[in-house]
C-alpha cells in the first residue's frame, strides 16, 4: 500500500522536479571548515546574476550562512566562490521605521521556519518589521514582492555597496539606478570602465527618500557618487501591502538593463514570472527523471536534484540581448562592447574533469554556445580561459582549458570554431602568462626542456603543474592528430604525454617534485600538503595519469601492485604535514581528516577520479564498493551536506555521473567508466529526443555491486560504456547484486582506454630514473 502511494505521489510530482531541489544544502559553513561553500541561490539556469539572501556585512566571503539569525539583505550576486569573492553586486532590503542603512542597523531576525528556498523562488519573514519579502528572477533581472504592516514609514534600503558607486533617485517615474563597481577578496578582476549598471522601478510612489554617501543621509540631493552610496526610498502602507520592485542590470549600460527589464520582466505579475522560472529549471532537470518507488530514497533524490541544480548554475552568461535581440556583450577583457557570447564565473582546474564532460553529453547544443564564449575569450584576450570572474583571475593551476576544447570536440559539439581553438591550445602549450601564473603554463620553458617543472625555479605547485600538462599534452595531441596536424607536433605532444612518467618516484611508488637537476627532495614526505603539490598531497596527485592509468600502473610494478597502491588510500590513518602551510591546516585539510576515508580527499577534485581507477585492474568491484561508499556517506540534503567545496558543479557533477553508475575519467577518450548506480531506474531524454533507461531493479544499500550489464539486450562484459552507446537510447541494465562478481572484467581486455597502450610506453620520455638522494 504505501508503494503504491508513494508510485501516486511521484506521477503526480514528475512534472515538477523543483521541488527536489534543496538550495539550503551546503550553505552551513565557516572559514575553517567547508560543507560546500555555496549559497541559496534563486537564479535562472546560467542566469547572468544568482539572486541570494545575506546575513553578513558587505564583502564577508560567507554572505550567507545557514545558522545565522539575521538577514541583512537580498543580493544580487556573481560569487563563485568565498575563496574568489564577488563583484559587481547590489542589494535590497526592506525596512519599517526610522530610516537605517548600514548593515547592523538594518538587518532583521529571521527564522528557518519562516523561510522558503527554491531555485526560482526565495521568500523570508523580516521579524523585526513584520516584513515578508519574496524574490523570483529573470536572467538579468529580479522581480521582488515586500508585504508590509501599517506604516507610515516603510522603507527599502538599496545598499551599491563600497569602492567607485552611484546612484539616482527619479522620484516621478518610481524609479532608481546606479551602478556599482565593487570587488572583493581576490583583487581586480576587468577593465577600469567596469560597471554594473542597475534600474529599479517600484509600483508604489515614493513618499520620501534619502540618498547616502560614505557615512550619512543626504535628503536633499537626488544623487550620490563615492566610495559607498545607497538610498533609503519610503511609502505609506496599509496592513498586508504589497511593493514591488522590478530590477534588472547591465554591464553594458542604463539603456541596455531598460531593454532588459522590458524583455524578461515587463508587465508581468509575480507570480507568472515566478512560474517561468519554475518551467525554465524543470526543463532541465526533467531531463533526468528517477524512478525509484522505495520510501527510504527520498534523500538521494533530493541530494541527485539539488546536484543538477548546482551545476546548472555555472558558467553564467555574461551576455545580453541589445534592442534588436542581438546577442552582445561587455568584454572583461578589452572593456569594449563586442558581438556574440560571454560566459564567466568557472575554473577548468575543477570543472574540465567532470562538469564540462556532463554538458559535452547530454547539453551538447548549450554547449556549442559556450564553446563559442571559449573562442570569443582567446579573440579578446589572447588567452584561453583557465579561471575567469568575469576576467582571468590568478586562481589554481594547469592548462585544462585543453581538455575542455578537446572533451568537447570528441563529443561532437555543433559549430565549434577549431582553428581559434587550436590557435589557443597550441599558445596555451609554449607560454606562460606575463602576471597570472593560473594562465598558460607557468614554468613552460622548463616543461619543454626537461620535461617535468622543477622546484627550484620559482614556480609554485610544480608537480601538481607537470601532471597536469602532461594530460592537457595529451588533450593537445588528440585535437592535433583529427586536425590533421605536422607530424612534427603530433610527435612532440605524443612525446609529452608521458612526462608524468618524469616525476615517479620509485622508493615511494607515487609522484614527487624534482629540482633541475633531476633530483628528489631528500626529506620528501608523500603526506605533506601543498608545497609541490595544490591543495593536496603526493597520494592526492600521483593518480592524475587520467589519459594512461594502465602506464601508471606499468610504473607501480603491474596490476597486483596498482592495487595495493589504491587500497593503500583508503586502509591510511588521515594523518598529514602542513609544513608547507606554516603550520595552518587548511580546511581541505581538516575536510580529509573528519571523513573517516584514510588519504582519501573528495572535498577536493584532485582525487574524485581515483576511485573509478580500480577499472583498470583485475578488481572492478572495490570501485563499485567505494563508489557507494561515497554516495551514502559524503553527500546529504542537508546544509552540511557536501564534504568540502562543491566548485561550480563539478563536487555535484561527481555525484550525478556516479548516481547514473558511470564517470568520465578521462572526458576525451569517450569512455565512462563503470561503477555503482544509486537508483533502481533513472530515465533520461538524450538531445536528439531519445530515451536513455538506466535499469538496476535490484538495487538497494545492500546489492552495491555490479553482476551483470547489459546494453540493449546485449552483454556488456567490459569496464566501461561508450559515449556511442550511451547516445543510441535504449536501456542499459544492471543486475546488481550483495556480493562483487570477481569474473567480471577482470581480464585486460575489459579495462577502459590507456594512452600507452595505444601508443606504446616509448612514445614519451624516458622512465624516471632511480631516485637521487
Given amino acids: 500500500m504505501i508503494a503504491a502511494l508513494w508510485a501516486m505521489a511521484a506521477v503526480a510530482e514528475e512534472r515538477d522536479y523543483t521541488r527536489y531541489v534543496l538550495p539550503m544544502v551546503g550553505t552551513d559553513n565557516e572559514f575553517i571548515l567547508s560543507n560546500g561553500n555555496v549559497l541559496p541561490f534563486a537564479a535562472r539556469p546560467w542566469g547572468m546574476n544568482h539572486w541570494t539572501p545575506q546575513t553578513a556585512v558587505n564583502c564577508e566571503p560567507w554572505q550567507y550562512v545557514y545558522d545565522a539569525t539575521h538577514i541583512t539583505g537580498l543580493k544580487q550576486t556573481h560569487q563563485p566562490s568565498p575563496w574568489g569573492g564577488d563583484y559587481a553586486m547590489f542589494s535590497l532590503m526592506p525596512t519599517v521605521g526610522p530610516m537605517k542603512f548600514r548593515e547592523e542597523e538594518r538587518k532583521s531576525w529571521f527564522s528557518h521556519k519562516a523561510e522558503e528556498s527554491k531555485p526560482h523562488y526565495y521568500r523570508v519573514y523580516l521579524a523585526d518589521y513584520d516584513i515578508t519579502a519574496e524574490m523570483t528572477p529573470s536572467s538579468r533581472g529580479c522581480l521582488m514582492r515586500f508585504t508590509y504592516p501599517q506604516s507610515d514609514a516603510a522603507n527599502v534600503v538599496i545598499d551599491a555597496f563600497d569602492e567607485d558607486s552611484y546612484v539616482q533617485v527619479i522620484p516621478e517615474e518610481r524609479k532608481v539606478i546606479g551602478y556599482t563597481t565593487q570587488y572583493y577578496h581576490?583583487?581586480?578582476?576587468?577593465?577600469?570602465?567596469?560597471?554594473?549598471?542597475?534600474?529599479?522601478?517600484?509600483?508604489?510612489?515614493?513618499?520620501?527618500?534619502?540618498?547616502?554617501?560614505?557615512?550619512?543621509?543626504?535628503?536633499?540631493?537626488?544623487?550620490?557618487?563615492?566610495?559607498?552610496?545607497?538610498?533609503?526610498?519610503?511609502?505609506?502602507?496599509?496592513?498586508?501591502?504589497?511593493?514591488?520592485?522590478?530590477?534588472?542590470?547591465?554591464?553594458?549600460?542604463?539603456?541596455?538593463?531598460?531593454?532588459?527589464?522590458?524583455?524578461?520582466?515587463?508587465?508581468?505579475?509575480?507570480?507568472?514570472?515566478?512560474?517561468?522560472?519554475?518551467?525554465?529549471?524543470?526543463?532541465?532537470?526533467?531531463?533526468?527523471?528517477?524512478?525509484?518507488?522505495?520510501?527510504?530514497?527520498?534523500?538521494?533524490?533530493?541530494?541527485?536534484?539539488?546536484?543538477?541544480?548546482?551545476?546548472?548554475?555555472?558558467?553564467?552568461?555574461?551576455?545580453?540581448?541589445?534592442?534588436?535581440?542581438?546577442?552582445?556583450?561587455?568584454?572583461?577583457?578589452?572593456?569594449?562592447?563586442?558581438?556574440?557570447?560571454?560566459?564567466?564565473?568557472?575554473?577548468?582546474?575543477?570543472?574540465?574533469?567532470?562538469?564540462?564532460?556532463?554538458?559535452?553529453?547530454?547539453?551538447?547544443?548549450?554547449?556549442?554556445?559556450?564553446?563559442?564564449?571559449?573562442?570569443?575569450?582567446?579573440?579578446?584576450?589572447?588567452?584561453?580561459?583557465?579561471?575567469?570572474?568575469?576576467?582571468?583571475?590568478?586562481?589554481?593551476?594547469?592548462?585544462?582549458?585543453?581538455?575542455?576544447?578537446?572533451?568537447?570536440?570528441?563529443?561532437?559539439?555543433?559549430?565549434?570554431?577549431?582553428?581559434?581553438?587550436?590557435?589557443?591550445?597550441?599558445?596555451?602549450?609554449?607560454?606562460?602568462?606575463?602576471?597570472?601564473?593560473?594562465?598558460?603554463?607557468?614554468?613552460?620553458?622548463?616543461?619543454?626542456?626537461?620535461?617535468?617543472?622543477?622546484?627550484?625555479?620559482?614556480?609554485?605547485?610544480?608537480?601538481?603543474?607537470?601532471?597536469?600538462?602532461?594530460?592537457?599534452?595529451?588533450?593537445?595531441?588528440?585535437?592535433?592528430?583529427?586536425?590533421?596536424?605536422?607530424?612534427?607536433?603530433?610527435?612532440?605532444?605524443?612525446?609529452?604525454?608521458?612526462?608524468?612518467?618524469n616525476l615517479f618516484h620509485r622508493q615511494f611508488n607515487l609522484m614527487a617534485g624534482k629540482d633541475s637537476s633531476g633530483r628528489f627532495r631528500p626529506d620528501f614526505n608523500p603526506l605533506a600538503w601543498g608545497g609541490d603539490f595544490t591543495e593536496g598531497n603526493s597520494w592526492h596527485y600521483t593518480w592524475s595519469a587520467f589519459h594512461d592509468p594502465a602506464g601508471l600502473a606499468d610504473l607501480m610494478g603491474g596490476d597486483r601492485a596498482f592495487i595495493r597502491m589504491l587500497d593503500s588510500v583508503f586502509e591510511q590513518p588521515p594523518v598529514f604535514d602542513v609544513s608547507n602551510y606554516g603550520g595552518q591546516v587548511i580546511h581541505e585539510v581538516r575536510e580529509m581528516q573528519i571523513m573517516n576515508f584514510g588519504q582519501y580527499a573528495h572535498g577536493n577534485q584532485p582525487i574524485q577520479h581515483m576511485i573509478y581507477l580500480y577499472d583498470w585492474t583485475s578488481e572492478p568491484w572495490k570501485t563499485q564498493y567505494h563508489v557507494r561508499d561515497v554516495l551514502a556517506r559524503l553527500y546529504r540534503p542537508t546544509p552540511d551536506g557536501y564534504c568540502g567545496d562543491e566548485d561550480n558543479g563539478q563536487t555535484s557533477a561527481w555525484y550525478v555521473f556516479s548516481a547514473l553508475g558511470i564517470y568520465p575519467v578521462n572526458p576525451v577518450s569517450g569512455e565512462y567508466a563503470i561503477g555503482s548506480p544509486l537508483f533502481r531506474e533513472v530515465e533520461i531524454t538524450l538531445p536528439d529526443g531519445k530515451i536513455l533507461t538506466i535499469s538496476a531493479p535490484e538495487n538497494d544499500d545492500r546489492n552495491r555491486y555490479v553482476d551483470r550489464v547489459r546494453v540493449n539486450g546485449k552483454a556488456c562484459t567490459v569496464n566501461y560504456l561508450t559515449r556511442e552507446q550511451l547516445r543510441q537510447g535504449g536501456t542499459i541494465e544492471f543486475r546488481m547484486a550483495a556480493e562483487p562478481n570477481t569474473k567480471r572484467g577482470v581480464d585486460k581486455a575489459s579495462r577502459p582506454y590507456s594512452f600507452s597502450e595505444e601508443y606504446g610506453a616509448a612514445a614519451g620520455s624516458e622512465q624516471a630514473p632511480a631516485a637521487s638522494f
Wanted: aromatic share 16%; proline share 4%.
Fill in 186 to 501: 581576490s583583487g581586480k578582476k576587468a577593465p577600469d570602465n567596469f560597471r554594473n549598471y542597475f534600474v529599479i522601478v517600484f509600483d508604489t510612489p515614493f513618499e520620501e527618500f534619502a540618498v547616502w554617501l560614505g557615512n550619512g543621509f543626504d535628503r536633499k540631493a537626488c544623487e550620490a557618487q563615492g566610495g559607498r552610496t545607497g538610498v533609503v526610498v519610503r511609502f505609506k502602507t496599509r496592513r498586508g501591502q504589497q511593493v514591488q520592485a522590478r530590477i534588472a542590470s547591465s554591464f553594458i549600460s542604463y539603456e541596455q538593463a531598460e531593454i532588459s527589464l522590458k524583455r524578461e520582466i515587463g508587465e508581468k505579475s509575480f507570480e507568472t514570472l515566478c512560474e517561468e522560472g519554475r518551467r525554465a529549471w524543470n526543463d532541465c532537470l526533467s531531463r533526468f527523471r528517477v524512478k525509484d518507488d522505495r520510501l527510504d530514497d527520498l534523500d538521494n533524490v533530493r541530494m541527485f536534484y539539488t546536484a543538477l541544480y548546482r551545476m546548472f548554475l555555472y558558467p553564467r552568461e555574461f551576455f545580453e540581448y541589445d534592442a534588436a535581440g542581438q546577442m552582445i556583450h561587455y568584454s572583461p577583457f578589452t572593456g569594449e562592447v563586442c558581438p556574440g557570447r560571454m560566459h564567466t564565473d568557472n575554473g577548468y582546474w575543477d570543472t574540465f574533469r567532470a562538469a564540462r564532460p556532463f554538458f559535452d553529453l547530454f547539453f551538447p547544443d548549450w554547449h556549442a554556445g559556450y564553446m563559442e564564449s571559449v573562442a570569443n575569450t582567446f579573440r579578446e584576450s589572447g588567452w584561453l580561459p583557465e579561471w575567469v570572474s568575469p576576467g582571468h583571475i590568478d586562481a589554481m593551476i594547469g592548462s585544462n582549458s585543453a581538455s575542455v576544447i578537446a572533451s568537447a570536440y570528441f563529443a561532437g559539439v555543433p559549430g565549434m570554431d577549431m582553428e581559434t581553438l587550436w590557435e589557443g591550445m597550441y599558445k596555451m602549450a609554449y607560454h606562460a602568462h606575463p602576471k597570472l601564473s593560473s594562465v598558460g603554463r607557468a614554468g613552460a620553458e622548463a616543461y619543454d626542456r626537461l620535461g617535468y617543472v622543477p622546484n627550484d625555479i620559482g614556480v609554485k605547485e610544480s608537480a601538481a603543474r607537470t601532471l597536469e600538462y602532461a594530460y592537457d599534452d595529451y588533450c593537445v595531441l588528440k585535437v592535433a592528430e583529427a586536425l590533421g596536424k605536422s607530424p612534427e607536433i603530433i610527435d612532440t605532444f605524443r612525446k609529452r604525454a608521458l612526462n608524468y612518467r
